[in-house]
T-cell receptor
Framework: SQQGEEDPQALSIQEGENATMNCSYK?????LQWYRQNSGRGLVHLIL?????REKHSGRLRVTLDTSKKSSSLLITASRAADTASYFC???????????FGTGTLLAVQP | GAVVSQHPSWVICKSGTSVKIECRSL??????MFWYRQFPKQSLMLMAT?????????EQGVEKDKFLINHASLTLSTLTVTSAHPEDSSFYIC?????????????FGPGTRLTVL
């Protein structure tokens, strides 16, 4: 399977703490994207980082990419209860240029 | 802008019936649409890629005769689950690629929850 893996599978933190999720993938990529999905709902695009970028910021989000290790991390700072959701990384690349999703991290932020 | 809608948002059907799910790009033209399936507490798995006016390309392990995809226009793709069975119960999400937004722009619909009794 080309699907990437994320860890941890589940993460529970207190409001105000930082949350870090990691994503590993298997093939070469053009870009890596992070999405959020609230329970039973559609996807919300959070951030895209290109293969030639190492770090990107958007509000409380910080994404890093290490193509040599085929890994990425998503950091959410000063978490809020509303950040409770599943977070997925998705990679685009390879011969088909398809968007392939990782296994996801379920984040629970306790108020 | 770049809104993708799906209809219905949920459907319950009896085993053996066929169900059609529509995916529309509301404010842009989508040359390519993607269909994903998501089982509870799992990730999205790409089922097929459909290009406007041509046959869909299915991922390995996805039965093309069971999951019929039609992409007849630049704003509409449909997924028909034929002779649905309980194991087809899942969350189906479509995604559309924005022709003008560049090759890497892909927008997702809100999903359709299918329950087969």
């Amino acid at each position: 399977s080309q699907q990437g893996e994320e860890d941890p599978q589940a993460l529970s933190i207190q409001e105000g703490e930082n949350a870090t999720m990691n994503c590993s993938y298997k093939t070469s990529i053009n870009n890596l994207q992070w999405y959020r999905q609230n329970s039973g709902r559609g996807l919300v695009h959070l951030i895209l980082i290109r293969s030639n970028e190492r770090e990107k910021h958007s509000g409380r989000l910080r994404v890093t990419l290490d193509t040599s290790k085929k890994s990425s991390s998503l950091l959410i700072t000063a978490s809020r209860a509303a950040d409770t959701a599943s977070y997925f990384c998705a990679t685009r690349g390879g011969a088909t240029n398809k968007l392939i999703f990782g296994t996801g991290t379920l984040l629970a932020v306790q108020p | 802008g770049a809104v993708v809608s799906q209809h219905p948002s949920w459907v319950i059907c009896k085993s053996g019936t066929s169900v059609k799910i529509e995916c529309r790009s509301l404010d842009f033209q989508a040359t390519t649409m993607f269909w994903y399936r998501q089982f509870p507490k799992q990730s999205l798995m790409l089922m097929a890629t459909s290009n406007e006016g041509s046959k869909a390309t299915y991922e390995q392990g996805v039965e093309k005769d069971k999951f019929l995809i039609n992409h007849a226009s630049l704003t509409l793709s449909t997924l028909t689950v034929t002779s649905a069975h309980p194991e087809d119960s899942s969350f189906y999400i479509c995604s559309a690629r924005d022709l003008l937004g560049g090759y890497n722009e892909q927008f997702f619909g809100p999903g359709t929850r299918l329950t087969v009794l």
